[in-house]
Each structure stands twice: as C-alpha cells, then as structure tokens.
C-alpha cells in the first residue's frame, strides 16, 4: 500500500475560519465517523486541523499569515492515509465532510518516500 496526502481547504474571513461554533460542534459527528471509517480499515496515519495563523515564508520574503488563494481559501487541515491506489482515495475523498461548505475542496496527492540508503 502507497501513502497519500489530503488536503483540506476552506474558505476563511480575515480573522480566522468562517464556520461557527455551532457549525463546527454539529460537524463533529461527520469528521468523527468519516476518519473513523478510515482507522477502522486500518489505513489511517495522521491527521489533524491546522491553527488558522500561520508564517508564509519565501525565498524573498516572511509574511505574517498563512496562505490564501482566491476567494480567501487556505488549507484547513490534512490526512494521511494509507491505500491500494490513488481511485480508492478518490472516492474517500468525496465523502469527506469538509465538501458540505462553498469554494470547499479535498487534494488528494501520492507521497513519496525518501530513500533509507
């Protein structure tokens, strides 16, 4: 089995993530069942939210914030899980409960070992 990258992305206002309180107690449940049926299949690695306030560093700069693409997205948190192929992440992915908001998206991306010698 190959590991692969999801990233999730959301749209955000200026001082932090646009769903609610409410919104994210109500959401629970979904992230709770959907992560669980992955560690249930035991192909789960990591995952986690990520803090809203971030450093973007570049080559030529630091800037204070992380980083948004258009319409204010910016990723939200990640998994990590373990799959035969990159068509069984695929349809993971498209339950995932983060599609429910607008301008929402799941990447979804192989990973590539480093060489141990």
Known sequence: ?????????????????????????????????????????????????????GVHVSKESLTEGAHREAKNVMVTGYLICKANDLKEVEELSKSCPILKYPNSSVETRPLIPFPTH
């Not at 990233?7 to 109500?26: C, I, K, P, V, W």
């Not at 992560?35 to 990520?50: C, D, E, F, R, Y």
């Open 1 to 53: 089995m190959k590991e692969y990258l999801l990233l999730f992305r959301n749209s955000t206002g200026d001082q932090g993530y646009l769903t609610t309180t409410e919104e994210m107690a109500g959401d629970m449940p979904l992230w709770q069942n959907w992560i669980g049926q992955v560690a249930m299949q035991g192909k789960l690695v990591s995952t986690a939210p990520v803090e809203f306030m």
